[in-house]
């Protein structure tokens, strides 16, 4: 039961601001001074806020990857881990090791899995107007990462459903996989290797080949930029597609196939653009050839209509959507079908929504998607809806699961007594900002994936820069986040908890662009300064930490590359406060105390922020949280 209201549980500090300075971790390597975004810009006297923190306040490197936040050892953390870790107030066991272990087992027992898999044995598919010779029966899709960073999904989940597939009898001819490439959670030149050991795992499982592949930028947004998911969508479908056919050696002639749409030419000979789909997708034998060529040259098919591309998408995560087939029957018989069974196997659940709902929603709810920051538009023309069976790897959204027809892995039930639900539970007033990026990061990921906010629990989002890549505005909606966090301080009955996240060293860490992230972190550093000053002043304390490090790193030694991933070094916290200058705190804030496993043993962990929290308000922790608070 939640904690029960009682005239001592009220907060002897108020307010507390949880501050989350996303992906700003603590680099241990002295190597790596000259590409650790925190450390140049330490150096170049743009982080004044930081380096009073860490000469006035008591600090500790605290752990946010691996077991320590329920993830396989030694696997990097990410931002919904994170937030899920920091709100519950304990280590929560996160979905993919559950699903690792049925894989072991085998996923031909998994029901969702098995009905999407053995329907396809029987009744045909309608190709529409495709050229006669591509008729077909109905086709398995696998839709997802291409990567096995273990921040969306893992490859061998892949390689699972692949051999379940084959264990019950779909026909090999008929499974179909479509690659997001990573080049965000990975090395921005790793797509081509993956897309490879993918080609031999369904070689040697035999079952299954790649039919397309395309950047996550276009598969897996989260911000409702539909123009980028328009064009995925058209490269799964054929909607809206004209697909430029090469022979497959002469990669330089085209021939359009317009099955949907006859191509037309405008005045200058262009192909015109079809609302909603993309003009011109390249066909390649295989799926390393469609990389490789991308990587030579990542603006030759480019639209027009695409936002103005910068130097830094020319890796994986922007990879222009391509076609894998070797005949004109390949691409027509590959395309995602009314009657075909589609199965996402990303397991995170914010990147997967759009376009499963692009795929999902009926009409009604289709038309009232949020619109495209950029454009203002509501979705794109997808078409007829096409009649498929949807299954999804967990529980993305609770809006999609009334219309998909089956979840793998269910989520198991909510957890009791999490952050959010305690200050409920006290009657105490709770207020969530960060921009539309991270916004479902403090909120739904947060409170343990529920939508719904929390009895007095209000909400803030400022919208994200209206950009192609973050570098071109490092700042971000910095700024916005702050006016915002810095109002509701200032209103009367101003809540009692903060929690605020600033994107900007994570989005802008995924760049690779050093000189961007520096910019980046003094952004950040100016809002934690305005929060934290105005915290003090009305009477309050705050926590400043990360949910997990990227920025201080920005290239990768070992590759000659830039680093976009995430890091798995631990990352600092300050405790700030009249109450508690000169306190002691568990752990140690020694970076170099990272290469002695003695030392990190000693750390605390982000499950043990909420209870940290509480400790510093005078509130009770309940039993369900086992994070112990950092105050030593």
Known sequence: MPARVTPSARPRVSPLVLIIRDGWGENPNPSHASFNAVEVARGRGLLPVDDRLRREWPRTLIKTSGEDVGLPGGTMGNSEVGHQNIGAGRIVPQESLVMTKACEAGLHTNAALKNAIQRIKSGAAPLGPWPKAAKRGRALHLLGINSDAGVHGQLEHLYAILRAAKKLGAPK??????????????????????????????????????????????????????????????????????????????????????????????????????????????????????????????????????????????????????????????????????????????????????????????????????????????????????????????????????????VAFPRPPRMKNIGGEVLASLGLR???????????????????????????????????????????????????????????????????????????????????????????????????????????????????????????????????????AHTVYDVPLFVVGPRFRGARLRGDADASGWFRPEVRARRGRLADIAPTALAMMGLPQPPEMTGVSLLA
Request: aromatic share 10%; proline share 7%; net charge negative.
């Open 173 to 406: 001819n008929r499974v179909f996989i479509h690659l997001f490439t990573d080049g965000r959670d990975t090395g921005p030149f790793t797509g081509r290797t993956y897309a490879q050991r993918v080609g031999r795992a369904c070689a040697k499982i035999g079952i299954g080949r790649i039919a397309s592949v395309v950047g996550r930028y276009y598969a897996m947004d989260r911000d409702h930029r539909w123009e980028r998911v328009a064009m995925a969508y058209s490269l799964l479908t054929g909607h809206g597609l004209h697909v430029g056919f090469d022979d497959p050696v002469d990669c330089g002639r085209w021939a359009a196939l317009a099955p949907w749409l006859p191509p037309e030419e405008d005045e200058d000979g262009d192909l015109d653009h079809v609302t909603g789909g993309i003009a011109l997708a390249p066909v390649f034998e295989t799926a390393a050839k469609a990389i490789g060529d991308y990587y030579k040259d990542p603006d030759a098919y480019a639209q027009t209509d695409e936002p103005t591309r910068t130097s830094s998408m020319a890796g994986d995560e922007f990879l222009l959507p391509r076609i894998v087939a070797q005949t004109p029957k390949d691409v027509a018989m590959s395309r995602v079908r009314p009657g075909d069974s589609v199965i996402f196997f990303n397991y995170r659940g914010d990147r997967p929504r759009e376009l499963s709902a692009a795929f999902c929603f009926p009409d009604a709810e289709w038309a009232k998607v949020k619109p495209s920051p950029d454009s203002g538009r509501v979705g794109f023309d997808r078409g007829k809806k096409l009649n498929l069976h949807y299954t999804i790897m967990t529980e993305y959204w609770e809006k999609l699961l009334p219309h998909v027809q089956g």
């Open 430 to 564: 709770q207020f969530r900002c960060a921009e539309t990026e991270k916004y479902p990061h403090v909120t739904f990921f947060f409170n343990d994936y529920r939508d719904e906010p929390f009895p007095g629990e209000s909400r803030e989002n400022p919208q994200s820069p209206r950009v192609a890549t973050y570098d071109m505005k490092p700042e971000m909606a910095a700024g916005a986040v702050t006016a915002a966090v810095l109002k509701r301080l200032a209103v009367g009955g101003r809540a009692d908890v903060l929690i605020v996240n600033f994107a900007n060293g994570d989005m802008v860490g995924h760049t690779g662009n050093l000189e961007a992230a520096v910019k980046a972190c003094a952004a950040v550093d100016a809002g934690v300064g305005a929060i934290m000053d105005a915290t003090l002043a009305a009477g309050g304390a705050l926590i400043i930490t990360a949910d997990h490090g990227n920025c201080e790193q920005m290239f990768d030694p070992a590759t000659d590359a830039p680093h976009t």
